[in-house]
C-alpha cells in the first residue's frame, strides 16, 4: 500500500510511504535473511528491529508470558495461537 499527498504548489518532489508485503509490524525475514547475508549476527540484526530491547539468558523452562488479544491491533488479523509437545498453554 502506498499513501501519496499531493505535491506542495511548487514542489520539485513527491514523498511516497508504503511497505511492501506483510503486516509491516516486527521482524522482516527478507530484510533479517539480507542482513545476515551481508554479515550481521543474530543479534545485531534483532537490536535493529527491537530497539530498546536487549537479550538475556533464562534458565533452561522459563515461564514466557504473552499478551495476545482475539484480533492483532496492528494487522487486523486472528490471533493463531498453537502448541509444540514442550509448551503449554494457559489462559490467566
Known amino acids: ?3 501519496l499527498a499531493p505535491p506542495a504548489e511548487g514542489a520539485s518532489a513527491v514523498k511516497v510511504c508504503g511497505s511492501g508485503f506483510g503486516h509491516g509490524v516486527g521482524l522482516s525475514q527478507y530484510g533479517a535473511y539480507g ?12 537490536k535493529s528491529y527491537y530497539p530498546g530491547t536487549s537479550l538475556t539468558r533464562y534458565a533452561d523452562d522459563p515461564v514466557v508470558r504473552v499478551l495476545l488479544a482475539q484480533r492483532s491491533l496492528s494487522t487486523g488479523h486472528d490471533v493463531v495461537v498453537s ?9 490467566l
Open 35 to 46: 542482513r545476515a547475508k551481508a554479515g550481521q549476527g543474530y543479534a545485531q540484526i534483532l
Open 83 to 91: 502448541s509444540g509437545a514442550t509448551a503449554r498453554l494457559r489462559n
Open 1 to 3: 500500500m502506498f499513501l
